[in-house]
């Protein structure tokens, strides 16, 4: 069984920065692309960040390219997502999650484990 584990969400001005972390647990964890999603109040869950299974490639939605970094450490089981120059419009709850294969996409359908989500305020 796979459990996701996200942490360091919290409230934070326009234009400051943020570190999530996501703890995997699992004997496997190297073998899969992990994703992050947010999914704001009233709003669908949308694609942020994904990294593949070795780290070397990654893809990022247009509305975080640039801010955003995800990246893992397959020996410690964790993901990150390093956000910088927060917006409003990046207000949600964030959520990790295990993709189906080795390079992640951008489909939420395309993952089969998720983490309960940590909330991340951006206020102006």
């Known amino acids: 069984q796979v459990q996701l584990v996200e942490s360091g969400g919290g409230s934070v001005q326009a234009g400051g920065s943020l570190r999530l972390s996501c703890a995997a647990s699992g004997r496997t964890f190297s073998n899969y692309a992990m994703g992050w999603f947010r999914q704001a109040p009233g709003k669908e869950r949308e694609f942020v960040a994904a990294?593949?299974?070795?780290?070397?490639?990654?893809n990022y939605a247009p509305s975080v390219k640039g801010r955003f970094t995800i990246s893992r450490d397959n020996a410690k089981k964790m993901v990150y997502l390093d956000m910088n120059s927060l917006k409003p419009e990046d207000t949600a709850a964030y959520f990790c999650s295990r993709s189906r294969g080795r390079y992640g996409t951008t489909s939420s359908g395309e993952y089969d484990y998720w983490g309960q989500g940590t909330q991340v305020t951006v206020s102006s």
């Open positions: 990294i593949s299974w070795s780290g070397i490639t990654t």
